[in-house]
């Protein structure tokens, strides 16, 4: 549960952490995604118990939406585990495996939130 009291940021200030002229996701660069996101996730921001993200990369993104979604199991899955910066994922669940493959989600309870952009 959210503590009312403490300032939390916006995904887009989150998101300047993680940017892509820095090395990081693209989620607000050609994709302009970051309004949307924050427009659609905002009603699951504190009430979201587990959030996926389906197709990782090197991380960044996941490891913003951990960042985002801070009381949420934040999990993220990748065929390829050799590209992704476990130092981006910290605290993160990753799984890796064929998104399309239902053997890849055997062990992941019921999720609130799924990203596959």
Sequence with gaps: M???????DSLAQIYEKYKQDSG??????????IDVYEHILAP?????????????YRGHSLGMFREYFADSV???VDIELSRIDLHLTKGCNILVGDATCTD??????????VIDD
Excluded: C, P, Q
């Design 2 to 8: 959210m503590n009312k009291s403490k300032k939390v």
């Design 44 to 56: 699951y921001r504190w009430s979201a118990n587990h959030f996926l993200e389906v197709g990782i």
């Design 104 to 113: 890849t989600f055997k062990h992941v309870d019921v999720l609130d939130v």
């Design 74 to 76: 934040v999990t993220g």
């Design 24 to 33: 990081g996701g693209d989620k607000g660069t050609r994709h302009s995604y």
